[in-house]
């Protein structure tokens, strides 16, 4: 690491502002420069305090901010590391939580709601199914490791699952233990700006680009088993599509 503490220190204790912002700072430029890899690991606070001179409050509460910023994510019993961006194939029909286990993150949820009801008219027509019919409804803020990733509302048919209990951790395991996990999708995808209330559940400012995608699953019959509607942040997430030229 003394490429970094060569690049980030010392720190200007005399300039205008707070030191843990110039620390801040610093690392922030040290990430966008290429200085800190994706996924690279910081020293321990103690020793980048030690390092630059500085307090290991001052370290922490840069490090706090960088976390709050997606820039760096923490990993229980790991250590603090440059967060990289999460490529998603849209080739590949799969889980949130079988994504990042791909890729040596932990997924975890935060449900904002887990319910059964009738089926709305929007549902209805993405679901095909008649008016009154029984769905089940997932909205949950997904994580990778410590960092707030998307907001995901599904709405599952009622003959898909025996009921909202049975979905834990993952939504397609629990399709997949009821034999109806989808097989196939579409997808729509579009660039956004959070509103207030999904930039305060993901944690980002107002305003943030992210990516909005609308999915409907289906199963080997031709029914309609999902329809999911996702906001992804436009900092921390990148869409792959392998294109050919064989029609």
Known sequence: MASLIEQIGPLDEAGRGS?????????????????????????PERD???????????????????????????????GTFV??????????????????AARGRT????????AEGAVTPDESLMLGLSPGSPVYRFNRIRFADDLPMALEYAAIPGFGLDGVDAVAASLYAA??????????????????????????LLGVEPGAAGL????????????????TRSWYRGDAYDFVAELNTRG
């Open 107 to 114: 997924a975890r949820s935060e449900w904002i709601l887990r």
């Open 83 to 100: 967060a990289g961006r999460v490529e998603k194939q849209f080739s590949k029909l799969s889980s949130f939580s079988e994504d990042m």
């Open 212 to 227: 909005f995608i609308e999915r409907r699953g289906f199963l080997d019959d031709g029914r309609a088993i999902e329809a």
């Open 19 to 43: 030191l843990y912002r110039k620390l801040q700072n610093a690392l922030r430029a040290a990430i966008d420069n290429g200085v800190l890899k994706p996924n690279e690991t910081l020293p």
């Open 175 to 200: 399709l997949e233990a009821a034999g109806n996990r989808p097989v196939r999708a579409l997808q729509r995808l579009r660039a956004v700006l959070f509103d207030e209330e999904k930039a305060r």
């Open 48 to 78: 980048l305090a030690a390092d630059l001179a500085v307090s290991r409050i001052t370290v922490r509460k840069a490090l706090d901010a960088l976390v709050a910023e997606g820039l760096l994510t923490r990993r229980q019993g790991a």
